[in-house]
Every structure is written in C-alpha cells, then in structure tokens.
C-alpha cells in the first residue's frame, strides 16, 4: 500500500506518523513545496523575536525524523492528480502512483485588493522566507503598518511590538479580532494596545501603498545630514530635491490620513489552497468537502486540515476552521481512515486562545450566542477582565473571556461536554465567576 499525502505542516506530518503507527509495512511520501524541512507556522512570531532559530520551528527536531520513520520526504510541488491512473505529476516532472491520497496543502493568506499591495516593501507573515524579509526590515524604530487584526494579525502585532518597532495597525472591523471576540472584548483588547504604545486604528481600511522612490537627481546621502539638522535645531527639514525618501512606503487610510511606513505586512484572513482540485472532481466551498471520515466524493482521496470544510462540532455544518489544534486532529483521524479504521470525527470546537501583549484572552463555540438563549456578563473595563457565557436551555454553548485566565479549560469542558447545568445556570446568570464551582458539582452529579 502506497499513501501519499501533498501538504508537509502538521496535518501531514502527524499523518504520515499515524500511518506509519498504524500500517508499519507501507509506503508513505509527504510531498512539501517549501525548501526547507516541516515547519510550524504558529513558531514563526517566536522566530521574528529570536527566541528561537529557523530550527526551532521545524516541527521535528531530529534531522533523521523522516528517514527513522521510513517516511520519503519529497521536496516538490504537486501540478496535477490523475484520478483514474492514482498518479500525481510533480513539478520536476516525475510522477508518483498513490492507493490512498490526503490533500492537506493547507491555506494562504489572502491578498486585498490594494493598489500597491505587490511594492518592494509589503510582505505577508506566513512562510519561513516571509519572516525573513520581515527581520531585515522590522528592526527597532522602523515604522511598521499591520493591516489586519485578526487572530493570526495580532499573534504578528505581538512579535512586532516586542521588536521595538513603531507599530501602527488598521482593522476594517469595528473591533479588534472580530471573529472571535464580541464588541465589549474587541475593544477592552483595542485600549489595552494603545496604553501599549500600538497605534490602532478600527473600522478603517487601507485604501492605496504607494513606493515613494527617489527623486530624478538623487545624490544619495542627504539623509544623515537631515537627521542631524533635526537633532541639533528641534525641527524637521524638508529632504533636499534628489534625496531618498527617509521611509520607502506611504500609505493611504481610508479615514483619509496618511502614513509613512518601512515596512507593510498583510494579515488580512486567509483561504484554502483549492487549486490542486483542479480537474479532479473533487467537490469543494470555501474548502474540500469531506464527510465524517475525510473522505472527499472522489474514491481514494482524503482532505484534511486547512483546506477541508471539516464538521464543526457546536452546529453539526461543515466549516474550514484554520486552527493548528483542530489541522492536527484531522491529520491524525483521516491517517486512521485512510489505514481502513473507520473512526468518525464528531466535529471541531471552534476555540481561539490569544496571548497579546500580555493580556490572553479566549473564546469557545457559539460565542456570539444564540437564538433565544440566555447570557451572563462580568465587565471591568478598568481592570481588562470581561467574561461572557452563553447559553441555550441550561446547557453552556459558547463563552469569551479577556484577562481570566483560570476559566479557560473549565470553559471548553462544559461546552464540549454539553453538560446539563440544572441549577447552576441561573446562578451563573446572576454571578459568571462561579463557573469552576458549577463545572466541579456537574461532575459530582453525574458520577
């Protein structure tokens, strides 16, 4: 039995390692179009602030991992699947024959629509090779605009900030991280950047990046000369005619200011790699459909990761959810099925933890609420701490916290565990911080 999996991040390294574990006699080859070995991109920010090397993000430590593991690590790129030969051409032109195929080729980053977004100077924070430009550009002081705060925006606004640069953000929300925290969280997190020293900016776009390129008779070393003038009199000089700009990048708010930047880095969402379905039949929506084993509509080809639309767990519909913890467990349970152990996947709880600057903030399942539920708040805007819980009938179905950290694993319990709380329910109405008294008698009950 042959297995090939196209996508070496943690989906398909911790498949390969689970068919490996489970069907010790076969053939298996993880096909990766970077150049260098597995990485994870949750490590990239620990990189940008050098607590660790390119090596410490690779997800397995041991240069002979793969070889140990009888596991053939192809460095190529996937051009195309022949579904009825079970053939994949690769770039460099060799084909490779497959029994039993998982598409884990991930997601990217989404490219807005900008002009200028493609000038010498705007990077996106997603590949090992970004982050190295964003080291050459993102040293202390450098002005540095982050278009997006997001999840992913403000894990980079993070290792940016602990850089020492000038960090100005810009978020088309109304709030920060929109998609995982409510209005109060969003900017109780907003004010807590700002006393930070980030410039935040909420409910504005970047409407133009302009490289603003020497002027026709540059001499070139005008610019020491200016920053001296100003240190010696207090004021700025205007650049003599000829002279560099002394920031290569302005951009354009659609509040109508303007900022001059050395350094744009788009954080704006990202989408599922779809392309190697091209021709295939695979059906797809914002991602590979798959059922509840991983199996797409095509015989022999799995998905998994973020590139599948996997079942979310608190709504039973199926939803790409771009997390490395929910991308693992896919790896792991389409390995099984993929092997011929039928196991289903009862769904993944959308669940964020956020480390930003300090303050973690969380937040689990329908955190939005629902229809005809009931909610608690505990709000102290004065001390960053919000907490809010979600319910439906008595049972707890989503919750955000901001500043509460000793909630957080009782929290994804009771949701996952969609445990009747009886009496308790209306006491957390009335008083949200007695969450681990409520998860620690429900327990007592039904033992």
Same mark, same amino acid.
């Given at each position: 039995?042959?297995?090939?999996?196209?996508?070496?991040?943690?989906?398909?390294?911790?498949?390969?390692?689970?068919?490996?574990?489970?069907?010790?006699?076969?053939?298996?080859?993880?096909?990766?179009?970077?150049?260098?070995?597995?990485?994870?991109?949750?490590?990239?920010?620990?990189?940008?602030?050098?607590?660790?090397?390119?090596?410490?993000?690779?997800?397995?430590?041991?240069?002979?991992?793969?070889?140990?593991?009888?596991?053939?690590?192809?460095?190529?790129?996937?051009?195309?699947?022949?579904?009825?030969?079970?053939?994949?051409?690769?770039?460099?032109?060799?084909?490779?024959?497959?029994?039993?195929? %998982?598409?884990?080729?991930?997601?990217?980053?989404?490219?807005?629509?900008?002009?200028?977004?493609?000038?010498?100077?705007?990077?996106?924070?997603?590949?090992? &090779?970004?982050?190295?430009?964003?080291?050459?550009?993102?040293?202390?002081?450098?002005?540095?605009?982050?278009?997006?705060?997001?999840?992913?925006?403000?894990?980079?606004?993070?290792?940016?900030?602990?850089?020492?640069?000038?960090?100005?953000?810009?978020? *088309?929300?109304?709030? *920060?991280?929109?998609?995982?925290?409510?209005?109060?969280?969003?900017?109780?997190?907003?004010?807590?950047?700002?006393?930070?020293?980030?410039?935040?900016?909420?409910?504005?776009?970047?409407?133009?990046?302009?490289?603003?390129?020497?002027?026709?008779?540059?001499?070139?070393?005008?610019?020491?000369?200016?920053?001296? !003038?100003?240190?010696?009199?207090?004021?700025?000089?205007?650049?003599?005619?000829?002279?560099?700009?002394?920031?290569?990048?302005?951009?354009?708010?659609?509040?109508?200011?303007?900022? &001059?930047?050395?350094?744009?880095?788009?954080?704006?969402?990202?989408?599922?790699?779809?392309?190697?379905?091209?021709?295939?039949?695979?059906?797809?929506?914002?991602?590979?459909?798959?059922?509840?084993?991983?199996?797409?509509?095509?015989?022999?080809?799995?998905?998994?990761?973020?590139?599948?639309?996997?079942?979310? !767990?608190?709504?039973?519909?199926?939803?790409?959810?771009?997390?490395?913890?929910?991308?693992?467990?896919?790896?792991?349970?389409?390995?099984?099925?993929?092997?011929?152990?039928?196991?289903?996947? %009862?769904?993944?709880?959308? *669940?964020?933890?956020?480390?930003?600057?300090?303050?973690?903030?969380?937040?689990?399942?329908?955190?939005?609420?629902?229809?005809?539920?009931?909610?608690?708040?505990?709000?102290?805007?004065?001390?960053?701490?919000?907490?809010?819980?979600? !319910?439906?009938?008595?049972?707890?179905?989503?919750?955000?916290?901001?500043?509460?950290?000793?909630?957080?694993?009782? %929290?994804?319990?009771?949701?996952?565990?969609?445990?009747?709380l009886g009496e308790w329910k209306e006491k957390l109405v009335r008083d949200p911080t007695r969450i681990m008294e409520a998860y620690l008698q429900r327990q007592l009950a039904y033992q």
């Open positions: 039995m042959h297995y090939v999996v196209v996508g070496a991040g943690p989906t398909g390294v911790i498949a390969a390692e689970t068919l490996r574990k489970t069907d010790p006699s076969s053939q298996i080859t993880l096909i990766g179009d970077e150049p260098e070995p597995p990485y994870s991109r949750m490590a990239i920010p620990y990189y940008l602030v050098e607590k660790v090397g390119e090596p410490g993000t690779y997800l397995r430590k041991d240069d002979a991992h793969y070889p140990a593991q009888r596991i053939e690590l192809r460095h190529d790129r996937v051009e195309r699947i022949d579904t009825a030969a079970r053939q994949l051409t690769l770039h460099s032109g060799d084909p490779v024959q497959y029994d039993e195929l %998982l598409i884990a080729t991930g997601a990217r980053p989404i490219r807005p629509p900008i002009p200028g977004v493609d000038a010498p100077g705007v990077h996106t924070c997603w590949t090992l &090779d970004d982050a190295r430009h964003i080291l050459e550009l993102a040293r202390p002081g450098a002005k540095v605009l982050l278009l997006g705060a997001g999840f992913i925006g403000c894990i980079i606004l993070e290792a940016l900030a602990l850089r020492g640069v000038d960090l100005t953000v810009v978020e *088309m929300g109304d709030r *920060m991280v929109p998609r995982m925290m409510d209005p109060v969280a969003g900017n109780l997190l907003k004010r807590w950047c700002q006393e930070k020293g980030v410039n935040v900016h909420t409910s504005t776009s970047v409407t133009a990046i302009e490289h603003q390129a020497a002027l026709p008779s540059a001499q070139g070393s005008g610019g020491g000369v200016w920053a001296f !003038f100003s240190r010696l009199t207090g004021k700025a000089r205007e650049p003599e005619a000829g002279a560099a700009p002394s920031h290569p990048l302005r951009v354009s708010l659609s509040n109508g200011s303007q900022l &001059d930047a050395d350094l744009v880095i788009s954080a704006a969402g990202v989408k599922s790699n779809l392309e190697l379905t091209a021709g295939t039949g695979v059906r797809t929506d914002a991602g590979i459909l798959v059922d509840e084993y991983f199996r797409t509509n095509v015989p022999h080809i799995y998905a998994a990761g973020d590139v599948a639309q996997g079942r979310d !767990f608190s709504t039973g519909e199926y939803q790409v959810h771009a997390i490395q913890p929910t991308a693992s467990e896919h790896g792991r349970i389409a390995a099984l099925n993929m092997c011929g152990h039928a196991t289903p996947y %009862l769904g993944s709880l959308n *669940m964020n933890v956020l480390d930003t600057l300090g303050l973690i903030s969380s937040s689990f399942g329908l955190w939005m609420g629902v229809d005809g539920g009931d909610h608690a708040e505990l709000i102290d805007p004065e001390n960053f701490r919000y907490l809010s819980l979600q !319910f439906k009938g008595d049972v707890l179905v989503g919750a955000q916290s901001l500043g509460l950290t000793q909630h957080v694993g009782v %929290l994804r319990g009771l949701i996952q565990g969609q445990t009747p």
